[in-house]
């Protein structure tokens, strides 16, 4: 795969740098096209401000970020291209939703494009099908939605600027298990159907091991770790001393061990844990 962005040596403060200290401390690493990069953290630890300097909203104090080679801080970037080809999905993005119907609202950023009427319903049409909301959803107010419906209808209006790069800051914030995973789905199967390139923030190490190729963990703006779910998750205790934690499965098996249970403490999908739990019930027997 080739590198889509490339974040060098980026340090960032919401001061000029002289008095408080850097959010974002010299951090560096990169994102393959068409790759799921999860982000985890405590609060405060970064997260939500890294997202914003990876679409430009906010100037690093130094550093670099490059997407598809051209560095996005220098002199006559196009700033708004390059928010069309990557889209930021907000905390509890259905805030965003203002219009008077659902279709309008998807509408509003093709529109912003300098596209033509036609080509703006054609793509919001488009984006609202590939989320999977109905036709009798289209024409509501975004207020007669329910939680996970408005959820949706808001990445619709991201997609439909048919961005190269997704960026959700906790996507499944406020809604029930049920919901939690339908949003799950819904963007593995755009990335999968779209080949995006996904950088996902949330607080769910199980959506982290489930579907993150790849998980960079921020402590007090620095990376700690950047590596596959399997082996971030390998180093349980570390996470713990920085207020985070292993997928709930994890803890299980472990205490399967310490009870005398022939299974590995490395396991972090429930599928995986069920398939061990068989295994070594099947050697007892034997």
């Given amino acids: 795969m080739n590198t889509i962005i490339e974040v060098r040596d980026l340090t960032f403060s919401y001061d000029d740098g002289s008095s408080g200290k850097p959010v974002i401390k010299g951090i560096s690493f990169s994102v393959e ?14 997260k939500s401000t890294l997202l914003q300097l990876l679409i430009g909203l906010l100037k690093p104090r130094s550093g670099e970020i490059l997407f598809d ?11 708004k291209k390059l928010r069309s080809r990557v889209g930021l999905v907000f905390q509890y ?5 203002f219009e008077e119907n659902v279709f309008k ?16 319903e054609l793509r919001a049409y488009e984006a609202l099908k590939s989320v999977g909301l109905s036709d ?39 809604l029930d298990p049920a919901g939690r995973r339908e949003i799950m789905n819904l963007i593995l199967k755009l990335r999968k159907e779209r080949d995006i390139t996904v950088i996902l ?32 998750f390998s180093h349980t205790e570390e996470l713990e001393s920085i207020g985070l934690s292993a997928p709930a499965v994890t803890y299980i098996m472990m205490e399967l061990r310490k009870r005398g249970m022939d299974v590995p403490t490395d396991v972090i999908r429930p599928e995986d844990a069920r398939d061990e ?9 034997a």
């Fill in 33 to 46: 096209k068409g790759g799921f990069i999860g982000i985890i953290g405590h609060t405060g630890s970064g």
């Fill in 69 to 79: 080679g051209e560095d996005i801080f220098s002199k006559g970037y196009d700033l």
């Fill in 93 to 97: 993005p259905e805030y965003q939703l």
């Fill in 105 to 120: 609202d998807v509408c509003y950023g093709p529109a912003n494009l300098g596209l033509t009427r036609k080509e703006c």
């Fill in 136 to 174: 009798d959803c289209f024409y509501a107010s975004p207020f007669e939605l329910s939680g996970g419906q408005k959820r949706r209808a808001a990445i619709a209006g991201i997609l439909a600027m048919k961005p190269e790069v997704l960026v959700l800051d906790e996507p499944t914030a406020g």
């Fill in 201 to 232: 923030v949330t607080h769910s190490m199980e959506d982290m091991a489930s579907c993150a190729e790849k998980i960079l963990v921020l402590d007090n703006g620095q990376i700690g770790y950047f590596d596959t779910p399997a082996k971030v």
């Fill in 277 to 285: 739990i068989i295994a070594a019930f099947a050697r007892r027997k």
